[in-house]
């Protein structure tokens, strides 16, 4: 056994070894720590960008407006990470993008009586809206291929947007058939894919339209969305309302305008005021009256403009689709109090259903036109007073600006 190799069979000198292993572990060590803080670093980094990012989420959550564009006539609404973008009073559309409303030919308000045919394109915000229905009905004597035709005015409201009454958009129609004026549901069949096809919108119309034929240069619009009020019912007429979404963006010009609106600072329980003239334009074409009486329309019609008194509910109590309980606001009637032609008939008529009944409003101290009642249902001119019953504008402006966004 050799001792000395046994003596100086050392004890393993670890010591190098563990040196190496520390260095090692040292270097592993500083290694680890480096990609501990590293990560620790990365994580830290992480966090902080995560902070910085739930900081600046919930920045833009609490407060989108703050990186909104809107238009510059336009406010703000911070909502739940959804800048609302609202046109000032006095201008309309989606916010991002505000026309100016409203404006209008003073000219137009000279002439009394105003029960006359308008100048060409006076009164610019003034849409028709045409329905052309093709359909195969069912008789005892057999299949018959029939038309239906009707139209309805609109007020432009955007540039993209049409408001009308829910009455408009046709439920059923009624055509002549075995001698008789029958009845028949409107529904979507091999010639109309589509409710929305069976309507054409024409803007920039000079002062005629026809059931039959595009009148030039009135510029034609296809409709891509009819949005009718959810809560509108047909037999009572209430919440007569509608808006109509068009496929393709209006331009407008000194022919084609947005109509204002009521501010929705407007009190509903008040505005409009009561026992005020107001202003419509429409052809009087609508070849069915509100109670289903057929009246044989002339193959071109002349828009007219007319000169309405606002009235208060005891006015309307002869309406007979109407008790005074059910004109809660929600709408309003508008007539004529001068008798022209004797035997109380007036000689003036509402136009178009669908059709806006206009005041002239300062806003923001310039004059213009608000569209503040759609044309719901009505007596007839022959009428005493000739009442006719409008949708009350000012209470449905949020349903309005939601459903007419674009
Ligand atoms: C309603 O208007 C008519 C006509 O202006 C008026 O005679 C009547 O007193 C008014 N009624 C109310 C309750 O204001
Ligand atoms: C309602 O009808 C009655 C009976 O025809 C008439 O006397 C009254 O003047 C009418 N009221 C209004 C406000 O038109
Ligand atoms: C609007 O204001 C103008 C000027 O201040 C005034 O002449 C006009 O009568 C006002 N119109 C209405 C409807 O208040």
Redesign the pocket.
């Known amino acids: 056994m050799d001792s000395s190799s046994n003596k100086i069979n050392p004890t393993p000198d670890f010591s190098n070894q563990k040196d190496s292993i520390d260095n090692k572990n040292r270097s592993e060590n500083k290694k680890s720590k480096i990609t501990v803080i590293l990560i620790g670093a990365g994580v830290g980094i992480c966090i902080c960008c995560s902070i910085a990012l739930i900081i600046l989420l919930v920045i833009y959550g609490a407060f989108p407006c703050s990186v909104a564009y809107c238009d510059e006539n336009a406010y703000c609404v911070n909502n739940p990470f959804f800048a609302d973008c609202i046109c000032n009073t006095g201008f309309g559309g989606n916010g991002y993008e505000c026309d100016e409303c409203g404006n209008f030919q003073l000219n137009e308000f000279s002439a009394i009586p105003l029960n006359i045919a308008v100048e060409p394109n006076s009164w610019p915000a003034t849409a028709d809206i045409l329905f052309r229905y093709t359909s195969e009905i069912q008789s005892p004597t057999g299949t018959h291929l029939v038309f239906g035709f009707d139209n309805c005015g609109g007020t432009i409201i955007n540039r993209k947007a049409i408001l009308t009454s829910a009455s408009c958009i046709k439920r059923t129609f009624i055509t002549f058939v075995d001698r008789k004026f029958l009845s028949f549901p409107v529904e979507t069949n091999k010639y109309h894919e589509t409710i929305e096809s069976m309507y054409s919108i024409y803007v920039a119309v000079v002062n005629q339209i026809s059931f039959g034929v595009d009148i030039a240069p009135a510029r034609y619009v296809k409709v891509e969305k009819i949005i009718k009020h959810e809560n509108y019912d047909p037999e009572t007429d209430d919440n007569d309302i509608a808006v109509i979404i068009l496929e393709d963006r209006l331009e407008l010009d000194d022919k084609v305008q947005i109509s204002c609106l009521p501010s929705k600072e407007e009190d509903p329980n008040i505005f409009p005021e009561r026992n005020q003239h107001a202003w419509g334009v429409g052809w009087g074409s609508s070849m069915f009256g509100g109670n289903g009486n057929f009246k044989p329309s002339r193959a071109l019609q002349d828009l007219k403009k007319f000169q309405l008194n606002i009235y208060n509910n ?5 309406i007979t689709k109407f008790h005074i309980d059910n004109l809660n606001n929600d709408a309003f009637c508008a007539g004529e109090y001068n008798v022209v032609s004797g035997n109380g008939k007036t000689g003036y008529c509402h136009g178009d259903y669908g059709g806006s009944l206009y005041l002239r409003q300062n806003v923001s101290g310039v004059e213009k036109l608000v569209a503040i009642g759609i044309l719901s249902y009505n007596e007839g001119c022959n009428a ?2 000739s009442p006719g019953i409008y949708t009350n504008v000012v209470k449905y402006i949020e349903w309005i600006r939601k459903n007419s966004y674009y």
């Open positions: 005891s006015m309307c109590s002869n005493e007073h």
